[in-house]
């Protein structure tokens, strides 16, 4: 009888303090690393092209960045794979491009979560200003060509006058 | 392979900034044995020769944009962004049938402002005088910043003492040798930019064939391979027409077209346009190759010197140091000396020493290389971030003087009003339109309403100038 | 979109590299011709 009571006891204290170590046991194991962008998660281009950085919660991080034309990620690619924090995208076509990131501390390790997603619109600049700007600009620069090369032809003109 | 590991080390690094320095300053101080009389220290004793005068035109122009901002455009706006930067040399085209001139007309010349004043009278020079130095001031202030950028970002060499380094070698070999140093290394320096480069995109076609760039191209960043690219196809017009203003104003151009032997100034201008164009193309090529390579971009202005290491490994890293500091110092000496002429000849002589000699300014010009050398240094040191965009500025500012300058040379009518409206009505409304429209409108516009204005000027009230007057000998006064 | 082909993207690239490498014997060449033909300064 003394002897299933101390066993009850030692059962009750064994339970206590599993009920105190075995939660923060596996929080430590959930502590996988989370990575925000630094930016506004919804950002604009009309050249195509835009930097994207992050970082992790703690340093020495591996990296993925995804990128898909849906916000679900439905049919992702994976941009980049490595510890770099930023990485320049250009050569972007009109539409719309998603991000995400995520860490994790080494090749071995579980991924942690995916960051929040970043949103790029991507609208080029009206080609028919662009059309205008460039004529307009071309046709200064013929009036210059003119000129000079007019003036260059000419140039044994000068010399009776800097007599 | 940690992110912020730079390309080489630190001791690297300044070994190279001191074996360089050096040898620049060394070099400074022989060629100086020349530059005591002040047509020798301002032109070169106005007998440069063909290959030394093309040189310096093509040295002068790769500046740390052409070898850092090129493959960055090219990696923002593909293959027209390369043929956008490749513009850049119709300026010295063009500015060969004007340096026979200029030389032709003012055979006892000395600066670009001189003509100004002579041509069009006081009001023109006050307004020119300014957009001058304006736009010397803020391009020697981008070159030292971006010098020490980079040097910190190629070898961790403190950005404080890297930009230091670089304004004192510069100020030193340039103060000893006047023109004929900063000449001299130029054709140095173009040398060596050019094996650099060749050397790089060489290396990078053995790792990664066109084909393969090209495929990589168009299934990444495809629009980069776009005729029909609008933000680029803006820009080409915009950019030349600041490239033109660049050059036609600028006394670094016309200190050289003095400086020239009678007879070189066009034939060096010309082969310098042909030498120069191919540099932004294998520059861009660089920053086009890199996502091909595997290589991760952090930031577009640091994909030149990343592809370089990338290939040939700490020796490309050094090859890359070495090119930028060439390009940088073949820049700042042509800044320092061009813009302390135009201090000296046209500020301090007539307002301050009317009766002074020659030995007399070439001391004060002397003295004038320090202090635009110490101002530089002390708007570089607190490394504002928004000054490299206050360069920009220039852009109408300059732009405003290419028809003033090509009118003044060539059209007996031009006339001072015209030239002074020109350039008022130019650069304001040029300036509106960056900040109302557009970086991308900015030189366009500018252009176009002095063009505008110059034109009716000369029709409406023509002027009958005495192209002697250019000519006139200064009077030689031996202290 | 129209693409530059990828013809002009090799003739742009190879012609470059092979004009920077041209122009860097020319200079010596002209350095060489005016040293040993006149003064160079």
């Given at each position: 009888m003394i002897m299933n009571r101390r066993l009850r006891i030692g059962r009750i204290i064994l339970t206590g303090l599993a009920a105190l170590t075995v939660p923060s046991v596996l929080s430590h194991a959930q502590e996988l690393p989370r990575v925000t962008f630094h930016h506004e998660s919804r950002l604009t281009t009309s050249e195509g092209h835009t930097g994207l950085e992050w970082s992790g919660d703690r340093d020495s991080l591996m990296y993925e960045l995804q990128s898909a034309r849906e916000p679900d990620f439905i049919d992702p690619t994976s941009q980049y794979h490595g510890t770099d924090e930023a990485s320049f995208l250009s050569g972007l076509t009109d539409g719309r491009y998603f991000f995400r990131v995520r860490a994790r501390p080494s090749e071995n390790d579980t991924w942690g979560p995916w960051s929040e997603s970043v949103e790029l619109v991507c609208e080029h600049h009206s080609l028919t200003f662009a059309w205008t700007l460039f004529t307009s600009g071309g046709l200064l620069f013929l009036f210059i060509v003119f000129f000079v090369g007019l003036n260059a032809r000419l140039l044994h003109r000068f010399e009776r006058n800097d007599a | 392979m940690p992110e912020d590991s730079t390309v080489l080390s630190v001791s690297t690094g300044y070994l190279l900034l001191a074996l360089f320095g050096v040898m620049w300053i060394a070099l400074g101080i022989f060629w100086g044995r020349r530059a005591k009389s002040l047509d020798g220290f301002m032109v070169a004793g106005r007998n440069v020769g063909l290959a030394l005068g093309t040189a310096t035109a093509v040295a002068t122009w790769i500046t740390s944009n052409t070898t850092m901002l090129a493959p960055q455009f090219a990696l923002q706006l593909g293959i027209w962004g390369i043929l956008a930067y490749s513009t850049a040399s119709f300026g010295l085209f063009l500015f060969a049938p004007l340096a026979k001139r200029i030389r032709q007309a003012m055979p006892h010349g000395y600066t670009s402002v001189e003509f100004i004043r002579l041509r069009y009278g006081q009001a023109a020079y006050a307004v020119f005088l300014v957009i001058s130095l304006f736009y010397g001031l803020t391009w020697m202030v981008s070159m030292g910043m971006a010098g020490g950028i980079l040097l910190e970002a190629l070898a961790g060499i403190p950005y404080a003492f890297g930009m230091s380094a670089i304004l004192l070698v510069c100020v030193v070999y340039t103060l000893f040798g006047g023109l004929y140093a900063v000449i001299g290394t130029d054709f140095i320096q173009s040398l060596i930019i050019l094996v650099g480069i060749v050397i790089v995109a060489v290396a990078i076609l053995t790792r990664a064939?066109?084909?393969?760039?090209?495929?990589?191209?168009?299934?990444?960043?495809?629009?980069?391979?776009?005729?029909?690219?609008?933000?680029?196809?803006?820009?080409?017009?915009?950019?030349?027409?600041?490239?033109?203003?660049?050059?036609?104003?600028?006394?670094?151009?016309?200190?050289?077209?003095?400086a020239m032997r009678e007879g070189v100034g066009m034939k060096a201008y010309l082969m310098a346009g042909l030498i120069w164009l191919p540099i932004p193309v294998v520059a861009g090529f660089l920053g086009l190759a890199a996502p091909t390579i595997g290589i991760n971009i952090t930031r577009p202005d640091t994909v030149g010197p990343l592809v370089a290491a990338n290939i040939l490994g700490s020796a490309g890293g050094v090859l890359v140091f070495i090119v930028v500091f060439c390009s940088l110092a073949s820049s700042i000496d042509s800044l320092l000396a061009a813009t302390s002429d135009v201090v000296t000849k046209e500020i301090i002589q007539p307002f301050f020493l009317p009766n002074a000699g020659d030995p007399q300014i070439r001391r004060v010009a002397s003295l004038v290389i320090v202090t635009v050398g110490l101002i530089t240094w002390g708007v570089c040191l607190p490394k504002v971030g928004t000054l490299a965009t206050v360069l920009f500025f220039a852009g109408p500012l300059v732009g405003s003087t290419i028809w003033p300058i090509i009118a003044g040379l060539f059209w007996k009518r031009a006339n001072g009003t015209g030239a002074v409206l020109a350039m008022i009505l130019g650069s304001a409304i040029g300036l509106i339109a960056y900040f109302q429209i557009g970086w991308y409108t900015a030189s366009l516009i500018g252009t176009a309403v002095s063009f505008l204005t110059v034109v009716v000027t000369t029709l409406v009230r023509p002027g009958a100038f005495d192209w002697r007057t250019l000519a006139v000998e200064k009077a030689v006064v031996q202290a | 979109m129209i693409l530059f082909p990828e013809w002009f993207f090799t003739v742009l690239v190879y012609g470059g590299i092979t004009l920077a490498a041209v122009s860097g014997v020319l200079l010596l060449v002209l350095l060489i011709r005016d040293v040993g033909g006149k003064t160079l300064w």
């Open positions: - | 064939p066109l084909t393969e760039v090209y495929a990589n191209l168009q299934a990444n960043r495809p629009a980069l391979l776009n005729v029909l690219f609008p933000a680029a196809i803006m820009a080409v017009f915009n950019n030349l027409l600041f490239g033109i203003g660049e050059i036609f104003h600028s006394n670094v151009w016309w200190s050289r077209a003095f | -």
